[in-house]
């Protein structure tokens, strides 16, 4: 486990923004932390950061007590995030990297791959005021990535990318997870959370509703529903209605639609409709997406 | 352009600014407190002076006989009370005697005043042991300007034996006086003293003028990594208090630089008057003097030079102004003390501004909190022009040892020269500033790690306080 996160709390002036939080985040995966505004992911991303300090709780990183040593092994890209404006962009990466430790070279080496990663080749000598929101954003996610961090924790990373880049910066964030790092990820775009995701923690007024892996929390959030792509979709419909573990049957064009009373039944469908000389092109089960999950959770 | 647009921005601009509480509060509480400060300022300026026993020599009995019966008026409150003699107190025994004013009085020199040329003042030298306030000095001056016209008034109708006066004869009439005040002990003249005072204020001034710019400095580059939302970036990877810490020692830094190239600007000024403009510049100007017969010292100095070739020394000593610049000052010592209370008052109020912009969201929410912390820093800067009459006042003697105050008023006393026994004073000074200076990056730091990422709430002085116990 790289992050264990133990009864962890946090009051501001009386108010409890983390209820004893429990979390425990494993090695090279992307996490998901999910909530709606207010739920605490941002104290909890802080506490993280030690930014800001918790009332009780504990929080052990690869199973030493979480310290300003490990700082330099973390790189962080706020919700609230900007730069300084009259600032080039290579003196920022500059800076950046020598408050985290780098040398000089080892900075700009970085700060020449990011960029040329990042398609932002000839941008060094510009001054913030003249880049374009999307332009900015990325320097912002160069600076959180320039020290090459075991643990990244992005706060919205794609809010305010446009598609392009939005896909530029997942496919970035899926590589980094491929080289063994550790994503945190918060964000309110559901679609994003659910394909890049391997697992998840949902927050919601200060207390954990929800977490575990992806798969497992979509399959036990669903009904056992699939989905039957067919050559004749018509001529499935009167064997499966005879069959005692389906029901709730609907067609859409070739496709066939139902419930199971439980997921092992499955076989025996298969078996029915194959033994019935239906040729079956796919099967899928059917998951409620996560945006779903989620307003059920939190409107509680 | 659009009128009715106009208004409605003009109206909006000013109901908001107009209908804040603090506008209320700085408007109505602004000239109560400049009065205030100003009626306190002068009160401290004079209640701290001591009781001057003015001993009043003539060595002619008539002329005493007068001034005892024309009784220069005793003044309870400036302390001042008159004796009179016709034996002097040696200079060196005064301290020992039951005065602390000394003067001697020469009657023919003030009966023939009229003769000076331009109705230029008589000269009096004044002995002290006890520091002359200003308002004493000129209290005094004001008396015996009075006491002896009246005397000149007899002389004349005597003279003139009941004969109308002509406005010639009022001219003749009137006295002006200007002491000379000297210490009793030393022999120092205070005019001298009174002139290295001036170049106190203006350094009091200075460091006013940069404890405000440099902190302004401080205050903008807080709030701009507030506003600008990059702070939460930066303390993720160094500590508040550092961040902090550098920005307050980074703009010290840029003070300094510009110290030192404003040395080095000067001081080749300082050269280049010394050995390339003066010699010709008093070369024209000896020319001229000699010329307008001009007094007999000035020409004394033409033939030393016509005879030695041309010495700075001696035009210095001609130049009252070039011997203060040039010759009366311990730039050393001056440049160490300035230094250090630039420094420290710099780094004291820099730590409360960068508090206070950590704490808001705006800069136009700072004033609520700026105009309050600037207050003793103002009321330092107008005492310390009191000073100038009574550096030794209880007042300034306070302000110039509690921190808040300390480095403009001290900067102004340490002009006025502080004896051997007064030297603790700087030290306390000096100490408390430092000691207030930690106490206050302290108390900031705190604010600043929890002012720095709050945003849209509305901070008082109670949230301040309750951040400064947690």
Request: proline share 3%; net charge neutral.
């Amino acid at each position: 486990m790289l992050l264990d996160i133990q009864q962890l709390q946090k009051q501001y002036q009386g108010r409890t923004a983390l209820h004893a939080i429990d979390l425990h985040i494993p090695k090279a995966c992307i996490f998901g932390l999910l909530g709606p505004n207010g739920a605490g992911k941002t104290s909890l991303i802080r506490i993280l950061m030690q930014i800001l300090k918790p009332e009780s709780g504990e929080i052990l990183f690869q199973g030493e007590k979480l310290a300003k040593k490990h700082l330099p092994k973390m790189g962080y890209l706020p919700e609230e995030r900007g730069l300084y404006p009259k600032m080039k962009v290579l003196e920022q990466i500059l800076y950046l990297g020598a408050l985290r430790g780098l040398s000089n070279q080892e900075a700009k080496k970085q700060a020449d791959f990011w960029l040329e990663t990042l398609q932002m080749q000839g941008w060094e000598q510009k001054k913030v005021t003249e880049l374009s929101k999307g332009m900015a954003q990325k320097v912002q996610f160069v600076l959180a990535v320039l020290h090459n961090p075991d643990v990244l924790i992005l706060d919205e990373p794609f809010s305010g990318f446009d598609p392009n880049t939005a896909s530029l910066v997942r496919a970035q964030i899926l590589a980094l997870k491929a080289q063994g790092k550790t994503i945190i990820l918060s964000s309110h775009n559901m679609d994003s959370v659910q394909e890049m995701c391997d697992y998840v923690a949902l927050l919601h007024q200060g207390n954990k509703v929800l977490d575990g892996a992806m798969q497992d929390i979509l399959e036990n959030h669903s009904e056992i529903r699939y989905k039957l792509v067919l050559a004749h979709a018509e001529n499935a419909r009167p064997i499966l209605t005879k069959l005692d573990s389906v029901s709730n049957i609907a067609e859409q064009g070739n496709q066939i639609f139902f419930n199971l009373t439980e997921t092992h039944a499955l076989n025996s469908v298969l078996q029915s409709l194959i033994g019935q000389n239906i040729s079956i092109l796919s099967c899928q089960r059917m998951l409620t997406p996560l945006r779903e999950i989620f307003i059920q959770k939190t409107q509680l | 352009m659009n009128f009715k647009q106009l208004f409605i921005i003009i109206r909006r601009e000013f109901l908001n600014r107009v209908r804040k509480k603090s506008f209320l509060w700085i408007t109505l509480l602004s000239p109560i407190l400049t009065a205030g400060f100003l009626a306190f300022a002068i009160y401290l300026g004079i209640s701290g002076s001591p009781n001057y026993n003015v001993l009043i020599h003539a060595e002619n009995q008539d002329m005493l006989d007068y001034l005892q019966s024309a009784k220069l008026a005793n003044n309870e409150k400036l302390k001042i009370k008159f004796f009179y003699s016709t034996e002097f107190v040696a200079i060196d025994t005064l301290k020992n005697s039951p005065y602390n004013v000394e003067m001697s009085i020469d009657p023919e020199l003030l009966l023939n005043a009229q003769s000076t040329p331009n109705r230029s003042a008589v000269v009096v030298p004044l002995y002290f042991t006890e520091k002359i306030s200003a308002f004493a000095e000129s209290y005094i001056r004001t008396e015996l300007e009075a006491k002896f016209e009246r005397l000149k008034v007899q002389y004349f109708e005597l003279r003139k034996n009941g004969e109308s006066m002509h406005l010639e004869d009022f001219d003749q009439l009137k006295v002006k006086l200007q002491f000379d005040p000297i210490e009793a002990q030393s022999g120092e003249h205070e005019q001298v003293k009174k002139e290295r005072l001036w170049v106190g204020l203006f350094l009091s001034f200075l460091i006013y003028l940069f404890i405000f710019m440099y902190g302004t400095h401080v205050m903008r580059g807080v709030l701009e990594e507030k506003t600008n939302r990059i702070v939460e970036l930066i303390i993720s990877s160094v500590e508040p208090f550092t961040l902090m810490l550098g920005k307050i020692l980074g703009i010290a830094l840029v003070a300094l630089t510009q110290f030192a190239l404003w040395l080095g600007l000067s001081g080749g000024l300082y050269f280049l008057f010394q050995y390339l403009l003066i010699p010709s510049v008093s070369e024209i100007a000896l020319q001229q003097m000699q010329v307008l017969d001009a007094p007999q010292m000035t020409t004394a100095l033409a033939q030393q030079v016509s005879q030695n070739g041309l010495n700075w020394q001696s035009i210095l000593a001609e130049n009252r102004t070039l011997d203060l610049i040039f010759n009366r000052f311990n730039y050393g010592l001056v440049l160490a003390v300035f230094l250090f209370y630039f420094l420290g008052g710099y780094l004291l109020y820099a730590a409360i501004f960068a508090a206070i912009a950590a704490a808001v969201d705006a800069e136009a929410d700072t004033q609520q909190f700026v105009v309050p912390v600037s207050m003793p820093l103002i009321f330092a800067l107008l005492l310390a022009q009191f000073s100038l009459y009574n550096t030794d006042s209880f007042a300034s003697v306070f302000a110039s040892i509690f921190p808040l105050t300390s480095p403009v008023v001290m900067m102004m006393r340490i002009q006025s020269g502080i004896d051997s026994t007064q030297l603790w004073q700087l030290w306390l000074s000096m100490f408390s500033l430092v000691v207030a200076f930690l106490f206050a990056t302290w108390g900031a730091a705190k604010i600043y790690r929890r002012g720095i990422l709050q945003y849209g709430t509305k901070i008082s002085w109670k949230t301040l306080f309750s951040w400064l116990r947690t």
